[in-house]
């Protein structure tokens, strides 16, 4: 087929005027583009290593091959560089640098690559495995499909090279008609199989097969969306990176969709709005996902961006950038970069979100960059791509994260792998040095813990969520943990050990590596360049502590020492520990103080003991609030407490200041 013939045949599918991307990626966007046309001049030299902001796996050392490449090399034990090598994003940056620049070096180097990869790995050939997996091949039917309208007009797209294309793109998508199973419809993989699958139905010229895959593409997303999609809009493997990464592949169905004219089915772009809304919603101050089972740190506004492109949504683009981004120019063009431009961005309303089925609650002071950021789980593990993080927590402020999860490692069965994804990496709980949940190896876990006992409050004043799980059941304890919002810098944990006999409790605190670790009478301090931090920790049992160094990664394979807090309590029947946290700017933190009260029955005018209900008078600067938190059901007949001065009835109460009666009832 003549080039000029199949651009003709698959017209719809690219319809953004290069050029004029080409003219304003010159001027704003020559930053950007510096750093895509080394990844180009790279690729096009048979120089590779994977770095792009939303590569699945980042590599370390560039690999470097001769005048011909080996598409199934490996270095090392770590399959991730052969697999992120055969899906050729690379030929995205070249397809770029060739509009841009007008080198044919560019179009010369993809024609010949495309050849030499179609040659070189069959799927026919047992020894090209690693090639073929399905996320590999709908990877590849996306990416073949975008780069090579980049290179529209080159000589280098020979008849030769388009057919080559053209029967290897029909080769992929018969392939993946023929794979789908229960995987595929529980997991990311089978979303990008199946995307790719809807890229290649319409990329290649129009035909009743070609249809056949449309179709069959949209059917099999939908089902898989409505398996993997929570109500929250959450994806359920538990990664915010994941979760992004499905979230991007169907918005760009939904794109190619509007330009082939197909009709998705009713209620697929609901469900891709709702996963756009769940990503706002964890959205941390700086613009990135959250450190969240395998998940980096990646600035997600460019996904936010394309969102709000997409759907006019005014909350979208508060998260997003205030003009299309470099990627999401290319994807829609200078026109609608002008009209991107002209829409509203609105700060939303609320600020604290309860993502309740996937079991994520996100707290915040404000919405600007400096704000202080909290996240609470207790929720599914989500296999594969989650994290025994059950009951962890994160705070971030002004431009630092405080306490964090400790990211992602390369993966494969490996004792690192395995060690970023255990209870005690993360800021949770352990009793008796037991795991609550237990790797049989990198994906499959031996036991699990179910969380219970979800519980959300907000209001300007306050924030409040708790959690428990089931993971120490077997041990005779229940495990419990309340986080309490004094909005806006001050955050109380309560741990609540419901449990017979003796037993020893380990809690841990990983600190963020932008800063260091000190702890002087009895508190822990934190101190970050924009952020500082004090913990202290409050309980009637005696508390060891010590400060260990572990590691984080923000960015697979580039790991960082970090510091945590590790403590240790034992105790009989039920015990409890309060955690009061205060964060600040850098610098002194500002004074704060928090001593237990005794808290009385009004009624009976006797005073609880600890396992029914405990008090806290805390104060910070010139202001001051009395917490009231019961552990068990107290009131009978017709009890209030008296704590500090203040009477009232709840679960959890705060009153600030000189509030003396009622309080906020945080919960029941």
Same mark, same amino acid.
């Given at each position: 087929?003549?080039?000029?013939e199949?651009?003709?045949?698959?017209?719809?599918?690219?319809?953004?005027?290069?050029?004029?991307?080409?003219?304003?990626?010159?001027?704003?966007?020559?930053?950007?583009f510096?750093? *895509?046309?080394?990844?180009?001049?790279?690729?096009?030299?048979?120089?590779?290593?994977?770095?792009?902001?939303?590569?699945?796996?980042?590599?370390?050392?560039?690999?470097?091959?001769?005048?011909? *490449?080996? +598409?199934?090399?490996?270095?090392?034990?770590?399959?991730?560089?052969?697999?992120?090598?055969?899906?050729?994003?690379?030929?995205?940056?070249?397809?770029?640098a060739?509009?841009?620049?007008?080198?044919?070096?560019?179009?010369?180097?993809?024609?010949?690559?495309?050849?030499?990869?179609?040659?070189? $790995?069959?799927?026919?050939?047992?020894a090209?495995?690693?090639?073929?997996?399905?996320?590999?091949?709908?990877?590849?039917?996306?990416?073949?499909?975008?780069?090579?309208?980049?290179?529209?007009?080159?000589?280098?797209?020979?008849?030769?090279?388009?057919?080559?294309?053209?029967?290897?793109? /029909?080769?992929?998508?018969?392939?993946?008609?023929? $794979?789908?199973?229960?995987?595929?419809?529980?997991?990311?993989?089978?979303?990008?199989?199946?995307?790719?699958?809807?890229?290649?139905?319409?990329?290649l010229?129009?035909?009743e097969?070609?249809?056949?895959?449309?179709?069959?593409?949209?059917?099999?997303?939908?089902?898989?969306?409505?398996?993997q999609?929570?109500?929250?809009?959450?994806?359920?493997?538990?990664?915010?990176?994941?979760?992004?990464?499905?979230?991007?592949?169907?918005?760009?169905?939904?794109?190619?969709?509007?330009?082939?004219?197909?009709?998705?089915?009713?209620?697929?772009?609901?469900? $891709?709005?709702r996963?756009?809304?769940?990503?706002?919603? +964890?959205q941390?101050?700086?613009?990135?996902?959250?450190l969240?089972?395998?998940?980096?740190?990646?600035?997600?506004?460019?996904?936010? /961006?394309? =969102?709000? =492109?997409?759907y006019?949504?005014?909350?979208?683009?508060?998260?997003?950038?205030?003009?299309?981004?470099?990627?999401?120019? +290319?994807?829609?063009?200078?026109?609608d970069?002008?009209?991107?431009?002209?829409?509203?961005?609105?700060?939303?309303?609320?600020?604290?979100?309860?993502?309740?089925e996937?079991?994520?609650?996100?707290?915040?002071?404000?919405?600007?960059?400096?704000?202080? +950021? =909290?996240?609470?789980?207790?929720?599914t593990?989500?296999?594969?791509?989650?994290?025994?993080?059950?009951?962890?927590?994160?705070?971030?402020?002004?431009?630092?994260?405080?306490?964090?999860?400790?990211?992602?490692?390369?993966?494969?069965?490996?004792?690192?792998?395995?060690?970023?994804?255990?209870?005690?990496?993360?800021?949770?709980?352990?009793?008796?040095?037991?795991d609550?949940?237990?790797?049989?190896?990198?994906?499959e876990?031996?036991?699990?813990?179910?969380?219970?006992?979800?519980?959300?409050?907000? !209001?300007?004043?306050?924030?409040?969520?708790?959690?428990?799980?089931?993971?120490?059941?077997?041990?005779?304890?229940?495990?419990?943990?309340?986080?309490?919002?004094?909005?806006? !810098?001050?955050?109380?944990?309560?741990?609540?050990?419901?449990?017979?006999g003796?037993?020893?409790?380990?809690?841990?605190?990983?600190?963020?590596?932008?800063?260091?670790?000190?702890?002087?009478?009895?508190?822990?301090?934190?101190?970050?360049? /924009?952020?500082?931090?004090?913990?202290?920790? *409050?309980?009637?049992?005696?508390?060891?502590?010590?400060?260990?160094?572990?590691?984080?990664?923000?960015?697979?394979?580039?790991?960082?020492?970090?510091?945590?807090?590790?403590?240790?309590?034992?105790?009989?029947?039920?015990?409890?520990?309060?955690?009061?946290?205060?964060?600040?700017?850098?610098?002194?933190?500002?004074?704060?103080?928090?001593?237990?009260?005794?808290?009385?029955?009004?009624?009976?005018?006797?005073?609880?003991?600890?396992?029914?209900?405990? =008090?806290?008078?805390i104060?910070?600067?010139?202001?001051s609030?009395?917490?009231?938190v019961?552990?068990?059901?107290?009131?009978?007949?017709?009890?209030?407490?008296?704590?500090?001065?203040?009477?009232?009835?709840?679960?959890?109460?705060?009153?600030?200041? !000189?509030?003396?009666? *009622?309080?906020?009832?945080?919960?029941?």
């Amino acid at each position: 087929m003549e080039q000029k013939e199949f651009f003709q045949a698959v017209q719809p599918n690219y319809p953004v005027d290069f050029s004029a991307v080409a003219a304003l990626i010159k001027g704003k966007y020559r930053e950007t583009f510096a750093r *895509i046309l080394r990844t180009a001049e790279d690729a096009a030299a048979n120089r590779f290593a994977p770095h792009l902001r939303w590569d699945l796996e980042q590599a370390g050392r560039p690999v470097e091959f001769g005048e011909e *490449i080996d +598409w199934l090399y490996q270095p090392g034990e770590d399959s991730e560089f052969t697999f992120a090598l055969n899906r050729m994003k690379f030929w995205v940056c070249m397809g770029q640098a060739y509009q841009v620049t007008g080198e044919e070096k560019y179009a010369q180097a993809f024609a010949r690559q495309l050849c030499h990869w179609v040659d070189c $790995v069959p799927r026919e050939d047992a020894a090209c495995e690693k090639a073929w997996r399905t996320l590999e091949a709908g990877i590849r039917m996306a990416v073949w499909s975008k780069a090579i309208g980049y290179f529209k007009g080159s000589p280098a797209l020979t008849a030769d090279v388009l057919e080559r294309y053209l029967s290897s793109m /029909t080769a992929h998508a018969e392939y993946i008609m023929s $794979v789908w199973n229960s995987y595929h419809l529980m997991s990311s993989q089978g979303v990008m199989a199946s995307h790719g699958l809807f890229a290649a139905g319409c990329a290649l010229p129009p035909s009743e097969r070609t249809g056949e895959y449309q179709r069959e593409a949209v059917r099999r997303l939908y089902q898989e969306m409505k398996m993997q999609v929570y109500p929250d809009g959450m994806q359920w493997e538990q990664s915010p990176m994941y979760h992004n990464q499905v979230l991007r592949c169907c918005l760009d169905v939904v794109l190619r969709a509007q330009r082939a004219g197909f009709a998705l089915p009713r209620g697929f772009e609901e469900t $891709v709005f709702r996963m756009a809304r769940a990503s706002l919603a +964890w959205q941390k101050p700086d613009g990135c996902e959250p450190l969240v089972g395998d998940s980096e740190g990646i600035d997600q506004r460019d996904l936010m /961006t394309l =969102a709000e =492109a997409m759907y006019h949504d005014s909350e979208l683009k508060f998260a997003g950038y205030p003009t299309l981004d470099y990627d999401t120019l +290319w994807e829609l063009g200078a026109e609608d970069a002008a009209f991107y431009a002209g829409l509203t961005a609105c700060q939303p309303d609320c600020r604290d979100f309860a993502l309740g089925e996937s079991g994520n609650f996100i707290f915040r002071s404000d919405w600007g960059e400096d704000a202080v +950021w =909290a996240r609470f789980h207790c929720g599914t593990l989500g296999a594969g791509q989650g994290h025994a993080d059950q009951l962890h927590f994160d705070i971030a402020a002004y431009g630092q994260d405080i306490l964090t999860a400790p990211g992602r490692i390369a993966y494969g069965d490996s004792p690192s792998q395995r060690e970023f994804r255990n209870p005690d990496v993360h800021s949770s709980i352990l009793v008796d040095g037991g795991d609550f949940c237990l790797y049989k190896d990198s994906w499959e876990c031996a036991k699990l813990s179910r969380a219970v006992n979800q519980h959300f409050y907000t !209001d300007g004043q306050y924030g409040y969520t708790e959690g428990g799980h089931l993971g120490y059941y077997g041990r005779g304890v229940f495990v419990n943990r309340r986080m309490v919002y004094l909005k806006p !810098d001050v955050f109380v944990i309560i741990d609540e050990f419901y449990a017979s006999g003796t037993h020893q409790y380990q809690q841990f605190f990983y600190w963020g590596e932008g800063g260091t670790v000190r702890q002087e009478k009895g508190v822990t301090y934190w101190q970050g360049k /924009t952020a500082c931090a004090s913990l202290r920790l *409050i309980s009637a049992q005696p508390m060891l502590t010590e400060l260990r160094q572990s590691r984080a990664a923000r960015r697979s394979n580039a790991v960082q020492e970090n510091t945590v807090l590790e403590t240790v309590c034992a105790g009989e029947g039920f015990v409890s520990v309060f955690t009061v946290i205060s964060v600040d700017r850098a610098g002194a933190p500002g004074p704060l103080t928090a001593e237990k009260l005794p808290v009385r029955s009004s009624f009976k005018n006797t005073t609880f003991g600890d396992r029914q209900v405990e =008090a806290l008078r805390i104060t910070k600067d010139r202001r001051s609030w009395v917490l009231v938190v019961a552990h068990e059901e107290y009131a009978g007949p017709t009890d209030t407490f008296c704590a500090g001065g203040c009477k009232g009835f709840g679960g959890v109460v705060v009153f600030a200041d !000189d509030e003396t009666e *009622i309080g906020a009832v945080l919960a029941r």
